[in-house]
């Protein structure tokens, strides 16, 4: 079985930082690329980063300059560090794996005016 799970969200004012992490079991990191997603009330799921084992990191242009992800294979975690915090990037984000579909139980971030 493959498990997902999203820790580090919370709630900051605005410019305020968070730091996301996400640690799988079942599966290893090197088995697939993994991705952050986020999904705000009355929007839809949106892809935020993602990190790719051939080509590297991308990023939403709504994130990009402010969000880092980076992994950790030792601890096979992903994390994602989110500076600048703007009340836009209220929602809950998702850990996913971009192979096989499994996906995180979510973790709330808010940030306020």
């Known amino acids: 079985e493959v498990t997902l799970v999203e820790s580090g969200g919370g709630s900051v004012q605005a410019g305020g930082s968070l730091r996301l992490s996400c640690v799988m079991s079942?599966?290893?990191?090197?088995?697939?690329?993994m991705s952050w997603y986020r999904q705000a009330p009355g929007n839809e799921c949106e892809l935020v980063s993602l990190?790719?084992?051939?080509?590297?990191?991308y990023y939403a242009d709504s994130v990009k300059g402010r969000f880092t992800i980076s992994q950790d294979n030792a601890n096979n975690s992903v994390y994602l560090q989110m500076d600048s915090l703007k009340p836009e990037d209220t929602a809950v984000y998702y850990c996913?794996?971009?192979?096989?579909?499994?996906w995180g139980q979510g973790t709330q971030v808010t940030v306020s005016s």
């Open positions: 079942g599966l290893t990191l090197d088995k697939s690329d």
């Open positions: 996913a794996t971009a192979a096989y579909n499994y």
């Open positions: 990190i790719s084992r051939v080509t590297g990191a």
